[in-house]
């Protein structure tokens, strides 16, 4: 069983830029697809990025982030970061990571009901 915990939220203005990090525990992600949400306030659980452990680690965003925000993975560290930059303030939110086995290599998820492992949140708050 693999642990989560996230880092790296904060208070940025409009413009600025954060970096999310998830770093494991008592496995190592290199087999596990991964993957950030976010939440806010009296809103759902939605997704924001997503990739998978295999050699190309493919990725996939939300559009509402697309072209913004990147995730990575760091096998030497097990991590995986979430680089957000020309924050916005919609994107004000608990950020959580998550990761689950997949079939093979290539899966990557953007359903968090698809997800066996998530971290606390850490919050991110963008100001106008």
């Known amino acids: 069983q693999v642990q989560l915990v996230e880092s790296g939220g904060g208070l940025v203005q409009a413009g600025g830029s954060l970096r999310l990090s998830c770093a494991a525990s008592?496995?190592?992600?290199?087999?596990?697809?991964t993957g950030w949400f976010r939440q806010a306030p009296g809103k759902e659980r939605e997704f924001v990025a997503a990739?998978?452990?295999?050699?190309?680690?493919?990725?996939y965003y939300a559009d509402s982030v697309k072209g913004r925000f990147t995730i990575s993975r760091d096998s030497a560290k097990n991590t995986v970061s979430l680089q957000m930059n020309s924050l916005k303030p919609e994107d004000t939110a608990v950020y959580y990571c998550?990761?689950?086995?997949?079939?093979?290599?290539?899966?990557?998820?953007?359903?968090?009901?698809?997800?066996?492992?998530w971290g606390q949140g850490t919050q991110v708050t963008v100001s106008s």
């Open positions: 998550a990761a689950r086995i997949p079939p093979s290599d290539s899966f990557y998820y953007t359903d968090d009901l698809e997800y066996d492992y």
């Open positions: 008592g496995r190592t992600l290199s087999r596990y697809a």
């Open positions: 990739t998978s452990w295999g050699g190309d680690s493919s990725t």
